[in-house]
Nanobody
């Protein structure tokens, strides 16, 4: 089991930026995927972005394309989510999670290990 710890959340005005970090304690294998999910008030948890550990290939949900960027630092066992041009509707708790699926999967149930989450609040 991999322990995940997110940080970097906070309060920001619309149009601003934040960078979230997810530090993993334990081994992330080359074929694993690390994803970011979010859960807004009264909403279900939704996929935001994911990265394949070996190839660093990335995937995004449509609503964040062009604004968010996921990256990883293998030496630091860390995944980042750079969020630019933030909108009020991006307000949510953001979670990072690890999947050992053989292929990219946008469903939360495909991810076995989860962090505790970090709150992102975007004000108008």
């Amino acid at each position: 089991q991999v322990q995940l710890a997110e940080s970097g959340g906070g309060l920001v005005q619309a149009g601003g930026s934040l960078r979230l970090s997810c530090v993993a304690s334990g081994t992330i294998y080359s074929n694993d995927f690390v994803g970011w999910f979010r859960q807004g008030p009264g909403k279900e948890r939704e996929f935001v972005a994911a990265i394949n550990w070996r190839l660093a290939k990335t995937w995004y949900t449509d609503s964040v394309k062009g604004r968010f960027r996921i990256s990883r630092d293998a030496a630091e066992n860390t995944v980042y989510l750079q969020m630019n041009n933030l909108k009020v509707e991006d307000t949510a708790i953001y979670y990072c999670a690890l999947s050992k699926s053989a292929y990219i999967d946008y469903r939360a149930e495909s991810y076995a290990d989860w962090g505790q989450g970090t709150q992102v609040t975007v004000s108008s």
